[in-house]
């Protein structure tokens, strides 16, 4: 029905820098919201970032100034940039996405199979 494809996780030494993906593929009508979040061993998903179609941003506090999300509509794909990345960055990431598949149909919540990242030295 619905894929989403993560990619670009990996292992990184404090301060430096990675940029993830995740596109969704299907019979897609529309997607609304965008957003990234993160799942540390022991602690509960958390929101990172979020997008509205309309390209309007949000930001969990910890990483304000250091990551940005952006999205390219036109390729049902959302991006985050992270930047100074340090050791409490690392976690698994999980994109998400709301999709309706027809122009009167509900919002439907989609996630992503995660992406690890790691910052460590």
């Known amino acids: 029905q619905v894929q989403l494809v993560e990619s670009g996780g990996g292992l990184v030494e404090p301060g430096g820098s990675l940029s993830l993906s995740c596109a969704a593929s299907?019979?897609?009508?529309?997607?609304?919201?965008m957003g990234w979040y993160r799942q540390a061993p022991g602690e509960q998903r958390e929101l990172v970032a979020g997008?509205?179609?309309?390209?309007?941003?949000n930001y969990a506090d910890s990483v304000k100034g250091r990551f940005t999300i952006s999205r390219d509509n036109a390729k049902n794909t959302v991006y985050l940039q992270m930047n100074s990345l340090n050791p409490e960055d690392t976690a698994v990431y999980y994109c998400?996405?709301?999709?309706?598949?027809?122009?009167?149909?509900?919002?439907?919540?989609?996630w992503g199979q995660g992406t690890q990242v790691t910052v460590s030295s």
């Open positions: 299907g019979r897609i009508f529309s997607i609304n919201a």
């Open positions: 997008i509205n179609r309309d390209g309007t941003t």
């Open positions: 998400n996405v709301l999709i309706r598949f027809i122009s009167t149909g509900p919002l439907l919540g989609y």
